[in-house]
């Protein structure tokens, strides 16, 4: 069966230092994967997708991740955290048509 | 780029009154939204599948005349809450299916609060 796991519930990191916000998803189908962010009362903003071409995804804010089919991974990071980063994010799973699967969300908290 | 309008952002109503939210695609036509409903620190959750000129289709255990949803045209999809009850205060969100490869554009948010 289709899932996706987020790893971590809630990750706290120092301003400046590196983020990872980790995603695992289980398929027998190469899907399209996707990051994204929200801020307090806040709809979702896309911050990149996979969508089969290059492994390494680049996106808005600095935030990257990389696609390891052997892995079944799809981690998030950033060189450097900025305190607007703080938010929750959400790890979001494609397979066919409209089959779209959230993980559970981890929260990124910041300190100054 | 693609923008999707969600209005109101916030609501208070009082119990037994109907609530309508609107969802509107402002530069592209969606044949398929989808309405979210998300309670505090957890994740989304899928309510219906929004289809322009047929039926919504919802998914197992919300209820149908609870939850109306219309959408009479390709860049609008309202979800109204009827006879609303505090327990239907959540935040709600809607979608819009832009392509299989984009994923979903996302309105804002309605953060509904029935006393």
């Known amino acids: 069966a289709q899932s996706v796991t987020q790893l971590d519930s809630h990750v706290s990191v120092s301003e400046g230092t590196p983020v990872l916000l980790r995603c695992n998803y289980s398929?027998?189908?190469?899907?399209?994967l996707f990051w994204y962010v929200q801020h307090p009362n806040k709809g979702l903003q896309l911050l990149l997708k996979?969508?089969?071409?290059?492994?390494l995804v680049k996106g808005i804010n600095g935030f990257e991740a990389e696609f390891k089919k052997s892995e079944t991974s799809f981690h998030l990071t950033k060189p450097s955290a900025h305190m607007s980063d703080a938010a929750e994010y959400f790890c979001?799973?494609?397979?066919?048509?409209?089959?779209?699967?959230f993980g559970a969300g981890t929260r990124l908290t910041v300190k100054p | 780029g693609a923008v999707v309008s969600q209005h109101p952002s916030w609501v208070i109503c009082k119990s037994g009154t109907s609530v309508k939210i609107e969802c509107r695609s402002l530069?592209?036509?969606?044949?398929?939204m989808f309405w979210y409903r998300q309670f505090p620190k957890q994740s989304l959750m899928l309510m219906a599948t929004?289809?322009?000129?047929?039926?919504?289709?919802?998914e197992q255990g919300v209820e149908k005349d609870k939850f109306l949803i219309n959408h009479a045209s390709l860049t609008l999809s309202t979800l109204t809450v009827t006879s609303a009850h505090p327990e239907d205060s959540s935040f709600y969100i809607c979608s819009a299916d832009l392509s299989p490869n984009y994923g979903y554009t996302f309105g804002s948010g309605t953060r509904l609060t029935v006393v």
């Open positions: 530069d592209f036509q969606a044949t398929t």
């Open positions: 979001v799973v494609r397979w066919f048509g409209n089959d779209m699967r």
């Open positions: 996979y969508t089969s071409a290059a492994t």
């Open positions: 398929s027998s189908y190469s899907p399209s």
């Open positions: 929004s289809n322009e000129g047929s039926k919504a289709t919802y």
